[in-house]
């Protein structure tokens, strides 16, 4: 623990436990947060970081463990009383109410009023105008919640907890669906309330964040509290070790691989304010980095070569074969394997089981004369789980009692059991923790080394430069820039993916 | 695609989590059946005349249509949508083969017709709701009022009845001598059918992804809009079968024949344990809730209690068996005990070393 403050901090958490049923989600959680501070909490997945959040906001109880709030000993049974109490928790994907202003949103359930009992719409604005001046952002406050990004919404939510006078707040991973741009005005304003004297939580994947916002940093690794840091006497590499509990020295195993003929071969791709003109090729045995600022179109392009989206004009072909547009199905019989960026709702049947996932596409190939048993399906599924090392008790547990990065083995096993030629990977480690990462990283590695294409798309640079072959950068539906392993730098695809004007020409 | 191997497993996994018994036996399916056996022992110990000899006749004649539209509704409501429409198909194809026997036409060239129109109607559900994406529950509704609308516009109140003797024997025959009504066999030869194609069948397990996650199917490659036209077509086709059998064995074809059976057969679904929100549900549960269903009205009517009753006792059963779940698995979750909770919901011990 830090040398301990003559102030009481406000929050203290010490030996706190939650089960949930036989499965004990948080053994030994312990936090100390003072005033004045922003503190970071890091674990992987499942090392009970969630749930001792939950704990604090009131969602879940406490079975065991002593939980005092600037002293004072408190025991939530209902989020509405750790609000009461100071806390704010911000969800890395935010619940505003789209329909309902900017304002509204602000002031749900605690409208100003004035005379008679009538809502002062009025001094609303005003005083959410002079939030968003204070929070150094320029948000119009009476324009509805619904198309804002992100970001927006996130600032919105802080805005909330602000006019609330939380003395707590706790970000769950607020920049996982931010650009560099949005997470340097989220840190703006997050050191700004430091500096009021409130105490930030910051629970975060990504290890620069960490060091260059937090000035403490808590471990936790398998539901228990490791280790409290100053966040100036340690470093990332301590800190994975504490994490997981072993030394990971390379994080991007990228082998090189022999490069072979052009798999993926796609021609003036085209979708109307979408993308434009978008020529890619990716040849056998080499991987292609997809990299870009969030909304660039990224995503969009991969889904429209595979075939879940249409396009305008343009054409795929796989293999010199042309696969035809908007039909994932050919798709799949060209060789193509898709991995999408959000698991839960496009990845997985979340709530089918690990064999009904694995066999989800191969179950036509795996049926003797148009029938098809579970017994066949568990034949076919096991071995590919196995493969990638799924970590279950068995076949038929479903897919969402398992942690994000046994999921993405699951959709990763899923697709290499149809033997593909190339596959598409978007944000392949979003949301799994360190170790895990390192797995998926060698993982593709290994396979661009026996000669598989592989286009990957993803909004971390570190590992965009470390594992692509050649990186391409969208910059507003455009590829703006195309750069070998050796000219990738951090800059260069910084400058691409925000200089669209002069490189679109 | 079924050549490609993978390379050196290294583990092996058990395939269930749980064994055979706790399977087979705790699940909703064998609930309903067990509840239906016992109401069945019942009624045949308590219920005068439950066990003589028409009564099992006449249970299954009056639950054939029930039976029959079932089997389709169930893969439909497992994909997440519904269809309203049924009963109005059933509507329809009884008027077309009343109104076309009465100009001339055999029985069978009749039916065939009527069968036809029952695809026709089927397929226009399934391209609006697969195709142009509108949602079921609006779509079945409009062409509920639209099918019976032309059923009764075709023949106005009056009925058609003066069907071959030969066809309405047909309907209202046994086996042999046997007391099985010979509409059994059709479907039974059907039931066969949709439990090979929803249990044993590619297709089956797209219906399930696309009641789970629609999305996520597509993106795996499930043709979702092929896979719900191809339901709603088999349920148009069904549904007018059912109407012609029902027209026959009453000898008397009319525009409001069968008004209301959708939500009889809907009843019966849910009954039968498929959720409505899609993606759960097993055939052989929803046809014991039909038979439920069946034996609970059959016994009632020999007790000579009204119809009403019925209603209200089926009612309330349909409302105990969605909310029974839901208060046993939040009990389950209050308490902490080992093996209370139920299939859907229960982690197991290593799910904590797999990472929540």
Known sequence: MIASNTAAPVLELRDVSKSFGPVVALRSGSLRVDAGSIHALVGENGAGKSTLVKVVAGVHRRDTGTFELG???????????SKQAGIAVIYQEPTLFPDLSVTENIFMGRQLLSRGRRIDRQAMYAEAEGLFTRLGVRIDPRRPAEGLSIADQQIIEIAKAISLDARLLVMDEPTAALSGVEVERLFAVARSLRDEGRALVFISHRFDEVFALADTVTVMRDGAYIDTRR?????PSELVSLMVGRDVDDLFPKVPAEIGAPVLQVRGL????VFHDIDLEVRAGEIVGLAGLVGAGRSEIARAVFGVDRYDSGSVSVAGKPVKGHDPRSAIRAGMAFIPEDRRKQGLVIDSSVTRN????IRRGIAKAGLLTSAMEHRAAGPWAATLEVKTSALDMTAATMSGGNQQKVVIAKWLATGPKLLIIDEPTRGIDVGTKAEVHRLLSELAGQGLAILMISSELPEVLGMADRVLVLCEGRI????????????????????HLEAAR | MSTHKPTAPARTYAAYSAPLWRRVLLTRETAVIALTAAVILYSIVNVPNFDGPLTLKFLLQDIAPILLIALPMTLVIITGEIDLSVASIMGLSSVLLGVLHENGMSVPAAALLALLAGLACGALNGFLIAYVGLPSLAVTIGTLALFRGIAVGLLGTKAVT?????????ATGTIGDSRIPLVIIPFAVLAVAFVVLLHFSTFGRGVYDIGLNDEAAHFTGVDVARTKFILFVLSGVVSAFAGIYFTLRFGSARGDNATGYELQVIAAVLLGGVSIFGGRGRLHGVLAGVVLIGVISSALRLESVTVNVTNIIVGCLLVASVILPSVLASTSSRLPRKAA???ESRPTQNAASAGV
């Open chain 2, 341 to 343: 909770t139920p299939p």
């Open chain 1, 480 to 499: 703006t820039a195309e750069l070998d392993r050796a000219d990738a730098t951090p800059e260069a695809v910084m400058h691409a993916a925000t200089h």
């Open chain 1, 358 to 361: 694995v066999a989800g596409v």
């Open chain 1, 71 to 81: 002293g004072e000993p408190v025991d939530f049974s209902s989020t509405a009383e």
């Open chain 1, 270 to 273: 085209n979708r109307a304010g």
């Open chain 1, 231 to 235: 966040i100036d006497e340690t470093s």
């Open chain 2, 162 to 170: 003066d069907f071959t003797e030969k066809w309405s024997d047909v």
